[in-house]
């Protein structure tokens, strides 16, 4: 009975990565509550998937709580430009598609303002992690976050494909939305790390593929 309880076992390690995924997905739902707060949450969030899920390294609460403080003021001010966007993208998707139901010859423009509010969620994607894992103002981790979904179209694809997916996902699923901030991040922090490393010099990108080596 001790062995099965003893964190080496591997049925304990995913129950307790499981129950990070699930407090880690609460308490950004609570902090992100404000909406104003969700780019700080978001970051905080991947701060914490990075660090403590994924590394191991200190504990939940503190390593969000922590990172939520230290980024909020940048992460706030470069996610208020990205949620007005992104409300613009919606609410221009909903008025057109109440006028393509009425006869208005507007699909193209549909399809065209779908595609782009994909791109401004995975943007949101890469603008967290990068806020997360590196320094800068709030202009270079717009600029440095945009630059990166364009220059790794494919990998880009991938994570709207993982968010859409695991998204539709919860829709089938509903009990999995107490899963699915946290887990989304996890998954989709392999993609997003590995476009990171092809942009860091030598020995850091050593050193964090030898961090993700270790413990993933």
Same mark, same amino acid.
């Given at each position: ?33 404000? $909406? ?26 503190k390593t ?21 966007? $992104? ?47 590196f320094e ?81």
């Amino acid at each position: 009975m001790k062995r099965f309880f003893s964190l080496d076992n591997p049925v304990m390690m995913v129950l307790v990565k499981l129950f990070d995924v699930i407090a880690l997905s609460v308490i950004w739902a609570v902090f992100s509550a404000p $909406i104003i707060t969700m780019g700080a949450a978001s970051t905080a969030l991947y701060a914490t998937v990075y660090h403590h899920v994924r590394l191991g390294e200190g504990y939940l609460w503190k390593t969000f709580w922590e990172a939520f403080k230290e980024n909020f003021k940048r992460s706030t001010l470069a996610w208020l430009p990205m949620l007005g966007m $992104i409300l613009f993208l919606l609410f221009d998707i909903i008025t057109i598609r109440y006028l393509i139901k009425n006869g208005h010859p507007l699909g193209a423009i549909f399809g065209i303002l779908i595609v782009l509010l994909f791109v401004a969620v995975v943007w949101a994607q890469f603008l967290f992690a990068y806020c997360a894992r590196f320094e800068a103002n709030v202009k270079d981790s717009l600029r440095y976050s945009f630059y990166l979904l364009m220059a790794h179209p494919l990998r880009s694809i991938a994570i709207m494909l993982l968010v859409v997916g695991l998204g539709a996902l919860v829709l089938a699923i509903p009990g999995l939305a107490i899963l699915y901030p946290a887990g989304q991040v996890w998954i989709t922090s392999y993609l997003i790390e590995a476009v990171f490393m092809k942009h860091m010099s030598e020995d850091d990108r050593e050193r964090t593929e030898q961090e993700l080596s270790d413990h993933d």
